[in-house]
């Protein structure tokens, strides 16, 4: 059995230059949990993707933005590290300076992950956003339906039966105090749903008080 | 087959000599009525019964015959007792127009082979069910159901009443709103128990491969333990609290549903070979130690 669970296989999975098979765990534990863990095989399987379209960009050498040299050539001249020179020899310069000795593939993978960050953590709160309203819209589409039948049926309940009914029979009252019980639950739920509509267990609880209550309706029905 | 035995209108000696006397002090005077009827059955017989109000008491002997007395005493109701096949449907219905909840009221002793299989339907009074070991249903609304050394596939749906089961076996499926569950000495593979506004308590055994779902809204869900016990264990409340008393180890795999949202204790208890799931919305859970 893998005793590494899986924070420990994705720390030890960093990507870096020094592991270039991340598809290849180094030990017989993290090999035995990547074989049990789906989420982890996906992990390694988008690690693996990003660095082949990294690659693929490398390969195709391309020119990075002027505005990204810019930004980069003003950060340097204010902390000293180059004079003010033209563009095109501060480029040079740049290059044939302290990353020389890098490949130009390596530049370009960099650039990539920089870009991704930037779109991850931009991204983020959006996605949170844009996804916590579709939960709420789609729980709101299916519960509003089932809400309004069941506020229907409860008025033609209480229409059909005697007047008298309600006071007589200690098991109507049964039935109307759980009823009552019920309602206050969707209420509760609904709230809770509201909060945190991607809460599984929530919206679990609220469509059980909707089952509840009907099934309450229709033996108040029966009667 | 039916070999029935039709005593009608049998007043118990205690009835006879009160009755004169109290016919003198009102003319609203109630007699009971007792009925007694027997049937042959094969193996695996089915008995129902349909009861608005009243006590349904079920118990098994060994006997290749069902018996059922009744007791009522309205004159605007009548006890029925039928057989069709090896079925025998029992039933208190009413003979007049208007009648009072208190009217409807029967009382039922019903014997049963072991094996029977039962389905009762009782609005309010009890019912209890003792050493049936055949399939059994039960619906109440307000009663409140009592099983002992039963066995089979059991489910029973109340309203508001509550339910205890000791020493049950087989597989149960319990639901209530407002009824609060004992659950004791339970020998079952299966357990699913749900109530919104009920506590539940369980105190029985965790088969091998067993599954143990017990849910509410609100209430306390308490269960116990034994050090031999072998469980995986996940424990959710989403407003209220989790205690457990269980060494557990950590699940490789966190269930991110149940440890996102509200209080949660996940985790796997020996070998983990049973599975337990308690969960609640704004309830307690406690999970204790057996004493």
């Known amino acids: 059995m893998a005793t590494v669970n899986c924070k420990d296989f994705q720390d030890r999975f960093e990507p870096s230059d020094d592991s270039p098979r991340i598809d290849s765990p180094p030990d017989l534990d993290a090999k035995a949990h990547l074989r049990d863990c789906p989420a982890c095989r996906s992990f390694v399987q988008d690690l693996g993707m990003i660095r082949a379209a990294a690659a693929e960009l490398a390969a195709s050498d391309p020119e990075p933005p002027a505005r990204i040299w810019f930004s980069l050539r003003a950060e340097l001249e204010k902390e000293g590290i180059i004079r003010g020179t033209s563009s095109k020899s501060w480029l040079r310069e740049f290059f044939g300076g302290r990353f020389s000795a890098l490949p130009r593939p390596v530049l370009a993978g960099g650039y990539l992950a920089a870009l991704l960050a930037i779109a991850f953590g931009l991204s983020g709160p959006i996605n949170s956003r844009i996804n916590r309203q579709r939960w709420l819209d789609g729980t709101q589409s299916s519960t509003m339906p089932l809400s309004a039948e069941l506020t229907s049926a409860e008025k033609a309940s209480f229409s059909s039966l005697p007047a008298s009914e309600s006071s007589e029979s200690p098991v109507t009252a049964s039935l109307h105090k759980n009823l009552e019980i019920v309602d206050n639950y969707i209420s509760l739920c609904e709230n809770s749903v509201r909060e945190e509509p991607e809460n599984e267990l929530a919206r679990e609880y609220l469509y059980e008080a909707y089952q509840q209550k009907a099934d309450l309706l229709a033996q108040l029905n029966e009667r | ?291």
């Not at chain 2, 006997?63 to 025998?88: L, Y």
């Not at chain 2, 082979?113 to 399939?135: C, F, R, T, W, Y």
């Not at chain 2, 009663?143 to 039963?150: K, M, N, W, Y």
């Not at chain 2, 424990?235 to 205690?243: E, F, Q, Y």
Request: aromatic share 8%; with cysteine.
């Open chain 2, 1 to 291: 087959m039916s070999t029935a035995q039709f005593l009608p209108l049998r007043f118990n000696w205690k009835t006879g000599l009160l009755a004169p006397g109290l016919l003198l002090v009102t003319s609203s005077t109630v007699f009971a009525h007792n009925i007694e009827k027997h049937f042959k059955v094969e193996p695996r017989s089915m008995v129902t019964i349909h009861n608005p109000n009243g006590k349904v008491i079920v118990k098994a002997w060994t006997k290749s015959e069902i018996m059922v007395i009744a007791t009522h005493t309205s004159d605007k109701v009548e006890v029925d007792a039928e057989q069709t096949g090896n079925r025998v449907d029992v039933m208190t219905h009413q003979i007049s127009a208007s009648v009072s909840p208190e009217d409807m009221r029967a009382d039922y002793q019903i014997n049963v082979p072991e094996d029977a299989e039962l389905q009762i339907h009782d609005d309010s009074g009890e019912v209890s069910v003792a050493n049936v070991l055949g399939d059994m249903n039960v619906e109440t609304i307000g009663a409140g159901v009592a099983l002992e050394d039963t066995a089979g596939y059991l489910t029973v749906k109340t309203v508001g009443g509550s339910f205890q089961c000791i020493r049950c076996a087989g597989r149960l499926e319990v639901s209530s709103i407002s009824g609060s569950f004992k659950l004791l000495s339970l020998r079952s593979y299966h357990v699913h128990a749900q109530t919104s506004k009920g506590n539940i308590l369980f105190d029985g055994e965790f088969l091998p491969n067993g599954i143990y779902r017990l849910k509410n809204y609100s209430g306390v869900i308490e269960v116990h333990f034994s050090p031999g016990d072998s469980f995986d264990l996940s424990a959710t409340s989403l407003k209220g609290k989790v205690n457990s008393q269980a060494n557990l180890t950590p699940p490789a795999h966190p269930h991110t549903v149940y440890s996102k949202f509200g209080n949660a204790i996940l985790g796997t208890f020996n070998a983990g070979h049973a599975k337990v799931e308690l969960s609640s919305f704004d309830g307690t859970i406690n999970i204790l130690k057996r004493e």
